[in-house]
């Protein structure tokens, strides 16, 4: 169907009433998601959640048929679970690590893959060690190929920073890392519902994203995708009796696909809110919504560049929907806080979220706006007027 603004904005009541630019947090959901979840916490309340979710089987397997579609692979291949760290951690955590094995990481990376990778190091004796960079921030592929060799287990690739518009090469990291027998988890958490992701091409091993941030669903929900060539080497840290069968007092068989990173209990109706959300997605078109975001993006970024005093820190030609800036003589906070007084939704990222890459430019913290397909041109304006207003101290 065509982009339809005026459409999707009235499916998103979020949008009155406030200037929202904090897609990249936890985004708007659309009607379709809010009727998705509150149907079934209602038939829940009618029926119990085991009845209800018996009568949502069909509407339940479509989520993963629908996340399927949208990352190109088979339904087979998709675990849901509660978040994207959670995803992420489910897979990590499955890989055998012996001493003297090494995971490679990126500057980019999230503080809780840097932290469970740090956990690896520290159980199982294996090395952590950061691809460099190039002058975009970009993981160095001469760098990843000179560092690769027999040793490399497993390659962590950030694709979307949380902390600037940074577009790591997935494929290109992939190939690489592929000659040499390492896996590549791919975090897809700022990566899904605002860029194209087809793990079909990619060739990753795992992707985990989530469903609260540009796919526009429910907090508390997440998915794990899994290379069915990858699966099967693999056992989950901790089985679930959902995907797991005792088959005697001393014996039990693991699901063969995916579903073995699943536990038994979820959130039924959150799962169907995802559903809705990548289906709405997929109804506004893909490359359409990213087109729109970045262009949104881009904007933002153009104006920020006129405005005296900002700094704007995403670097390089193609950048995601993420726009980071600092303004001179203002700590983060207050300007975060300054504009949400007057109804700006945004946030900022902090060194912590991001120690490689903000280190290495120097920062403690920037302010972060992150605009979708829904927001306007009149919104961008009024924001970049409210930001030069801050920046000048007329607001306060």
């Given at each position: 169907?065509?982009?339809?603004?005026?459409?999707?904005?009235?499916?998103?009541?979020?949008?009155?009433?406030?200037?929202?630019?904090?897609?990249?947090?936890?985004?708007?959901?659309?009607?379709?998601?809010?009727?998705?979840?509150?149907?079934h916490?209602?038939?829940e309340?009618?029926?119990?959640?085991?009845?209800?979710?018996?009568m949502?089987g069909?509407?339940?397997?479509?989520?993963?048929?629908?996340i399927?579609?949208?990352?190109?692979?088979a339904?087979?291949?998709?675990?849901?679970?509660?978040?994207?760290?959670r995803?992420?951690?489910?897979?990590?955590?499955?890989?055998?690590?012996?001493?003297?094995?090494?995971?490679?990481?990126?500057?980019a990376?999230?503080?809780?893959?840097?932290?469970?990778?740090?956990?690896?190091?520290?159980t199982?004796g294996?090395?952590?060690e950061?691809i460099?960079?190039?002058?975009?921030?970009?993981?160095?592929?001469?760098?990843?190929?000179?560092?690769?060799d027999?040793?490399?287990?497993?390659?962590?690739?950030?694709e979307v920073?949380?902390?600037?518009?940074?577009?790591?090469?997935?494929r290109?990291?992939?190939e690489?890392?592929?000659?040499?027998?390492?896996?590549?988890?791919?975090?897809?958490?700022?990566?899904v519902?605002?860029l194209?992701?087809?793990v079909?091409?990619?060739?990753?091993?795992?992707l985990?994203?989530?469903?609260?941030?540009?796919?526009r669903?429910?907090?508390?929900?997440?998915?794990?995708?899994?290379?069915p060539?990858?699966?099967?080497g693999?056992?989950?840290?901790?089985?679930?009796?959902s995907?797991?069968?005792?088959?005697?007092?001393?014996?039990?068989?693991?699901?063969?696909?995916?579903?073995?990173?699943?536990?038994?209990?979820?959130?039924?109706?959150?799962?169907l809110?995802?559903?809705?959300?990548?289906d709405?997605?997929?109804?506004?078109?893909?490359?359409e919504a990213?087109?729109?975001l970045?262009?949104?993006a881009?904007?933002?970024?153009?104006?920020?560049?006129?405005?005296?005093?900002?700094?704007v820190?995403?670097?390089?030609?193609?950048?995601?929907?993420?726009?980071?800036?600092?303004?001179?003589d203002k700590?983060?906070?207050?300007?975060v806080?300054?504009l949400?007084?007057?109804?700006?939704?945004?946030?900022?990222s902090?060194?912590?979220?991001?120690?490689?890459?903000m280190a290495?430019?120097g920062?403690?913290?920037?302010?972060?706006?992150?605009?979708?397909?829904f927001?306007?041109?009149?919104?961008?304006d009024?924001?970049l007027e409210?930001?030069?207003?801050?920046?000048?101290?007329?607001?306060?």
């Amino acid at each position: 169907m065509p982009f339809d603004l005026d459409r999707i904005r009235a499916d998103t009541p979020g949008v009155m009433g406030t200037l929202f630019f904090d897609s990249a947090g936890s985004s708007l959901p659309p009607l379709p998601v809010l009727d998705a979840v509150i149907s079934h916490l209602r038939l829940e309340a009618q029926v119990g959640g085991y009845r209800a979710a018996e009568m949502a089987g069909d509407r339940f397997a479509g989520v993963k048929q629908s996340i399927a579609e949208l990352i190109g692979c088979a339904p087979n291949d998709i675990a849901l679970l509660d978040s994207a760290g959670r995803a992420w951690n489910e897979f990590f955590s499955a890989v055998p690590f012996q001493p003297g094995e090494r995971i490679l990481t990126c500057r980019a990376d999230y503080p809780s893959n840097a932290v469970n990778a740090l956990k690896a190091h520290k159980t199982h004796g294996v090395s952590v060690e950061v691809i460099p960079s190039d002058e975009f921030g970009r993981v160095d592929l001469d760098a990843l190929a000179a560092m690769l060799d027999d040793r490399v287990r497993l390659v962590s690739l950030v694709e979307v920073p949380t902390n600037s518009g940074l577009i790591n090469p997935v494929r290109d990291v992939v190939e690489l890392a592929h000659q040499h027998g390492a896996l590549v988890l791919h975090d897809a958490c700022q990566s899904v519902g605002q860029l194209p992701v087809n793990v079909a091409e990619s060739g990753v091993d795992a992707l985990s994203s989530t469903g609260r941030k540009w796919l526009r669903g429910p907090r508390g929900t997440g998915f794990l995708y899994v290379n069915p060539k990858t699966t099967a080497g693999l056992e989950p840290r901790v089985l679930g009796t959902s995907t797991t069968a005792w088959t005697s007092p001393d014996g039990y068989e693991v699901a063969n696909d995916a579903s073995r990173f699943e536990q038994w209990e979820g959130n039924i109706a959150g799962f169907l809110g995802l559903g809705a959300a990548v289906d709405y997605l997929l109804g506004v078109g893909v490359e359409e919504a990213s087109a729109t975001l970045r262009a949104n993006a881009r904007r933002l970024r153009a104006g920020l560049a006129q405005i005296p005093g900002a700094q704007v820190w995403d670097l390089g030609d193609e950048l995601s929907g993420i726009v980071t800036f600092t303004l001179a003589d203002k700590a983060v906070d207050s300007v975060v806080a300054e504009l949400a007084g007057h109804s700006v939704s945004c946030h900022f990222s902090r060194r912590t979220s991001a120690q490689h890459d903000m280190a290495a430019k120097g920062l403690s913290a920037v302010v972060r706006l992150s605009p979708h397909y829904f927001n306007t041109d009149s919104e961008i304006d009024d924001v970049l007027e409210l930001v030069a207003d801050v920046a000048s101290g007329l607001k306060s």
